[in-house]
């Protein structure tokens, strides 16, 4: 079933509606190395961004895959157009990416399911909803100020829903940077908190305190 164009399955896995993705973005790439032989970085990255990653990213939240094929095949996605630069041919896929500072697709996810729980926590939705995620106000360890219930689910499966899986990552924030009073300014924040993360070029890495392999 296909709704606000993203296909859900009965088992949830959304292996359709990645591997309709990955076919899309391709089928755009396809048509950026037929028409520009030669690119310099700066156009190559701004073509990227505008015309195939978007289509990647679109409602990620919802559909953010933890099976590693499913990983394995979006990044390989982001490795194809890096081939078209002369400069990155003999580069390995990190190394296309810290040469053309561009993130990882998983840690990107990562990123992006961050700014939607801050939104919801914080109101930027609409108010008069109630909340699917709950903080945890009787905590007496350490965390931030709008740390989240822990649950621990009774089916694997539930494990990976959104309101699971953002908890071990939204609680190892600092409290500087979900206190942001604007989405812009967590977003800033967050960079800066996560500036030094191996996973931002490696998306087989751990972000730092999260216990799960890959985090989602």
């Not at 993705?21 to 048509?31: C, E």
């Not at 030094?196 to 490696?202: G, I, S, W, Y």
Request: hydrophobic share 40%.
């Amino acid at each position: 079933m296909k709704d606000l164009g993203v296909i859900i399955d009965c088992k949830l896995k959304f292996q359709d509606h990645v591997k309709q993705k990955i076919n899309k973005a391709y089928s755009i790439l396809g048509i950026l190395r037929r028409n520009f032989k030669e690119m310099d970085v700066d156009s190559f990255i701004s073509l990227y961004k505008l015309s195939a990653r978007c289509h990647l990213e679109y409602a990620e939240s919802v559909w953010n895959p933890h099976y590693m094929y499913l990983i394995d095949d979006l990044e390989k996605v982001q490795k194809r157009p890096t081939e078209i630069l002369r400069q990155c041919r003999r580069l390995y896929y990190r190394q296309c990416l810290e040469f053309l500072n561009l993130l990882t697709l998983a840690f990107r996810r990562n990123r992006g399911v961050m700014i939607e729980v801050y939104k919801i926590l914080t109101g930027k939705y609409d108010p008069t909803l109630p909340s699917i995620l709950h903080c945890n106000i009787n905590s007496t360890t350490r965390g931030n100020a709008l740390k989240l219930s822990t649950y621990h689910p009774k089916y694997d499966l539930c494990k990976y829903y959104f309101t699971v899986r953002v908890i071990s990552l939204w609680n190892i924030l600092p409290t500087h940077v979900i206190t942001a009073v604007s989405v812009d300014s967590f977003k800033n924040r967050l960079d800066k908190f996560w500036a030094n993360e191996e996973a931002r070029f490696d998306y087989k890495a751990n972000l730092s305190g999260c216990g799960f392999a890959r985090c989602f």
